[in-house]
Each structure stands twice: as structure tokens, then as C-alpha cells.
């Protein structure tokens, strides 16, 4: 079993990339490997806070039900803009960071 040190750092790890290569996506011509990479970081974010979520033996309280829903929201956003509304690529950025502070207040916070 992992160490709950371990997972939490490798959790911030992946969420970071997470968000770089989501920012990436958004404001490049993004490429294939831009956006299979933001979808990999994307998986092992969630495979490491659900490895978080197991280490604390708390079933899965309501924060981590409202990250869940953020992460969906982010992985959504980016494929959308991408794809369908390029010239919002900018704004997506913006609430992009705004999703991020909200996750990142939940986490620290647990509401």
C-alpha cells in the first residue's frame, strides 16, 4: 500500500500537469499530444485522489463529490472550447483558473 505522503504529493504532481496541459490546449493550436497528454494527467489526477480518498477511510464526503464535478466540468470545458467555440479559448482560461481555486478550496478547506 502507498504511503498517504506519497499519494498527495503525486496527486498535486498530476493535477498540475492537469492544469498546464489544459492551459496548454487552450491557448495553442492544440495538437494530438497536447490533448492526450492533458487526458493522461487528467486520469492520473483522478486515479491518485481516489487513492487519497481510500487512504482516509471516510467513504466519499461532500467535497470530494464537488472536486469530482469540477474535474468534470474542466475536462468538458476543454474539449468544447477546443473543438467548438475557438474564439473563447481565452475566457476558458480564465475559468479554468477560477474551477482550479474553487477544487483548491475544497481540498484545503473540506467544507
Known amino acids: 500500500m502507498l504511503s498517504y505522503e506519497f499519494l498527495k504529493l503525486f496527486h498535486i504532481i498530476a493535477a498540475f500537469m492537469f492544469?498546464?496541459?489544459?492551459?496548454t490546449a487552450?491557448?495553442?493550436q492544440s495538437?494530438?499530444?497536447v490533448s492526450?497528454?492533458?487526458g493522461v494527467c487528467s486520469l492520473l489526477t483522478l486515479i491518485a485522489g481516489g487513492g487519497l480518498i481510500g487512504a482516509l477511510k471516510q467513504g466519499m464526503p461532500s467535497?470530494?463529490?464537488?472536486?469530482?464535478v469540477?474535474?468534470?466540468i474542466?475536462?468538458?470545458m476543454v474539449g468544447v472550447v477546443n473543438k467548438r467555440l475557438p474564439n473563447y479559448r481565452t475566457h476558458a482560461v480564465g475559468g479554468l483558473f477560477i474551477l482550479v481555486g474553487l477544487a483548491t478550496f475544497y481540498a484545503v478547506y473540506k467544507p
Open 31 to 33: 495538437s494530438k499530444l
Open 26 to 28: 487552450l491557448l495553442s
Open 63 to 68: 467535497w470530494v463529490i464537488a472536486k469530482l
Open 19 to 23: 492544469i498546464s496541459f489544459g492551459v
Open 70 to 72: 469540477i474535474w468534470v
Open 36 to 38: 492526450a497528454l492533458f
Open 74 to 76: 474542466i475536462m468538458a
